[in-house]
Each structure stands twice: as structure tokens, then as C-alpha cells.
């Protein structure tokens, strides 16, 4: 069972940066896949950046490539997601997620993989 808590959205500049972050607890957090997936206004949620349970791989949907980093600390139980060069199609709610299964190899770009979900952090950008 892993418990996650999203912090760090905001209101920003188009161009600007933001720095999310996801606190897990439960013992098992540094076995599982890690994601982020994101909701915008009247759209479905989707897969952002996962990252492996030991954080040797990443996997970025192409939106976000270049733009954005995915990275874990397994000792402090954190997972962060480094955005760079916001714009407005990036407004939406930002849901941390760890997914079901324990040492998976590969990152799953899929909603039905995930069995643990934080509350979501909003970000917002103006353009």
C-alpha cells in the first residue's frame, strides 16, 4: 500500500518554471513504477512521466519531452517532476501515482497500471 501527497502547483507565467513534488509513504514505495499524469479543463487524464522503481529509466510522453524531468528519491520516498518552459496547453490538475505491481521492467504509459493516486496539485499557466 503506498499513500502519496502532491505538493508544489501554482499560477505561473507562460515560459516560467515549476517544481512538483509527491511524498509517499507506505513501505513498498521504492518498488513500484512511478508516474505523473495530468488532467486538463474538459479533458481525459493522462500520462506525463513514469520513472522505474530504481530510477535507472524514464519515459516521457512526447509532449513534455526536453520540457519536463521525472526523478525519485527512494531513501526520502519523493518523487519530482521538474517543469520547464510552461505553457498554457500544460494547465491542468498533476496526479502523482504509483503503479500496481512491485519491480516492474517497463514503465506503462496507462491509466489501468496505476493502483495508487494522490489527490492532484493544479497548475495553472497564462499565457
Known amino acids: 500500500q503506498v499513500q502519496l501527497i502532491e505538493s508544489g502547483g501554482g499560477l505561473v507565467q507562460a515560459g516560467d518554471s515549476l517544481r512538483l513534488s509527491c511524498a509517499a509513504s507506505?513501505?513498498?514505495?521504492?518498488?513500484?513504477?512511478m508516474a505523473w499524469f495530468r488532467q486538463g479543463p474538459g479533458k481525459e487524464r493522462e500520462f506525463v512521466a513514469g520513472?522505474?522503481?530504481?530510477?535507472?529509466?524514464?519515459y516521457y510522453a512526447d509532449f513534455v519531452k526536453g520540457r519536463f524531468t521525472i526523478s525519485r528519491d527512494n531513501a526520502k520516498n519523493m518523487v519530482s517532476l521538474q517543469m520547464n518552459s510552461l505553457n498554457a496547453e500544460d494547465t491542468a490538475v498533476y496526479y502523482c501515482?504509483?503503479?500496481?505491481?512491485?519491480?516492474?521492467?517497463?514503465?506503462?504509459?496507462?491509466?489501468?497500471?496505476?493502483?495508487?493516486w494522490g489527490q492532484g496539485t493544479q497548475v495553472t499557466v497564462s499565457s
Open positions: 507506505g513501505r513498498t514505495f521504492s518498488r513500484h513504477v
Open positions: 501515482a504509483a503503479d500496481r505491481a512491485e519491480f516492474a521492467r517497463t514503465i506503462a504509459p496507462m491509466l489501468t497500471g496505476f493502483g495508487f
Open positions: 520513472i522505474t522503481w530504481n530510477g535507472a529509466d524514464t
